[in-house]
């Protein structure tokens, strides 16, 4: 049975046609205010943006979904966890300060921001899964502790995965830190002897007690490591370095275990919303954002994250590209094809995650696109 995904487009000639209200309109048409209890605490995941990016969805839209849950009897919080790289949001002061400085404050969206993985990345519950490739996986504690979801996510494109929408914002958003490095990287991390300060901050957080650091040597045993990336967050020398894997299928898949993880955790009480706006080449991540390579197209809404992931990449597929884009010089000609597969060649243009998230039964990728 297909899926129903609703959909608003960027057409406005009244104050009731705003962008702002076609959301709120969403919000109801698709149901999310069925899976809210009274007063349970509800998260709003969406990503805050980097410092000198200015492509992630606005505050305005977030404060009204947070008027959206309240309505219906939930007690909204704004979240995310703490990013893998260094760059401003990799612990919560900083993450927050980001939040804070990109106009996502208490008072400007009417709910508290809580970072799920906790200050530095460590606060996680291992949720089993029993996948294909994880059996657990590390989830930022507080979302587990969640009574609900609602995943705002700004779909554009990216480097490893070809694209990023719902699925990324879940999975990858929601995994702890050392999470982050289980779904980028197959490879077990090494010790660089020259950067190692024997400090042994990395030795109290292994599992396995498979790093050995004296006088003569440091090393990781590595028939003994389980790949956990807990040495990897905690080296502030960098001489255990995040180890980032090449191949995009195989992130795409456990990015999915990781989402399956999340929705697990909220017993699946959650709802999804893909922004098909300002649809840019590489994800938020960045501090800078490029032209988008087409046009608006509206926002997409439903109960199946797979549905709504499909009608976004559809709406992106059928689209012709902007002529002074990343993609400008292949303006003509390009409705009907992938614009991820144009913009990273080497990948499959994001399809996996699709097939991957419906195989193991997150949803379907048959839908119903109903037009408000």
């Not at 949001?89 to 009417?110: E, I």
């Not at 929705?263 to 919303?273: Q, R, S, T």
């Amino acid at each position: 049975m297909a899926a129903k995904v609703y959909y608003a487009n960027t057409r406005a000639s009244k104050s009731g046609e705003s962008m702002v209200e076609k959301l709120y309109q969403l919000f109801y048409r698709a149901g999310f205010d069925e899976f809210i209890e009274e007063e349970g605490l509800i998260a709003i995941k969406q990503h805050f943006g980097e410092k000198g990016n200015t492509a992630f969805i606005r505050p305005v839209y977030t404060r009204r979904m947070v008027e959206a849950v309240r309505e219906s009897g939930g007690n909204p919080f704004l979240t995310d966890a703490n990013t893998l790289y260094e760059r401003q949001r990799a612990n919560s002061v900083d993450h927050l300060n980001t939040a804070y400085a990109h106009g996502f404050t208490p008072g400007t969206v009417k709910a508290p921001v809580i970072i799920a993985d906790g200050i530095n990345g460590r606060s996680y519950e291992e949720v089993e899964v029993n996948l294909n490739t994880f059996e657990k996986v590390k989830i930022g504690a507080d979302v587990c502790h969640a009574d609900g979801l609602l995943s705002l996510a700004h779909f554009k494109g990216h480097d490893l995965t070809a694209f990023g929408g719902t699925i990324k914002n879940i999975g990858m958003g929601l995994g702890s830190r050392s999470g982050k490095q289980m779904m980028h990287s197959t490879v077990k991390p090494s010790i660089e002897e020259e950067a190692c300060v024997k400090c042994l901050e990395c030795q109290k957080f292994c599992p396995e007690d498979c790093i050995v650091i004296n006088q003569e040597e440091s090393y990781i045993i590595e028939e003994d490591c389980i790949g956990c990336g807990e040495c990897v967050i905690s080296c502030n020398y960098d001489a255990i370095s995040i180890v980032w894997e090449a191949s995009s299928i195989g992130v795409q898949e456990r990015m999915v275990e990781f989402t399956y993880g999340v929705l697990k955790g909220v017993d699946n009480k959650a709802g999804y919303i893909n922004f098909v706006t300002n649809v840019t080449p590489d994800c938020d991540c960045p501090s800078w954002s490029d032209q988008p390579v087409v046009p608006d197209q509206g926002i997409v809404a439903g109960r199946d994250p797979v549905a709504v992931e499909q009608a976004a990449l559809d709406l992106v597929t059928a689209a012709e590209v902007l002529p002074n884009s990343e993609l400008g010089e292949q303006a003509s000609g390009t409705a009907g094809k992938n614009k991820f597969k144009l913009l990273y060649p080497d990948s499959d243009g994001g399809v996996r995650q699709l097939e991957y998230a419906e195989e193991i039964g997150m949803g379907s990728r048959k839908y119903e696109l109903v037009r408000i």
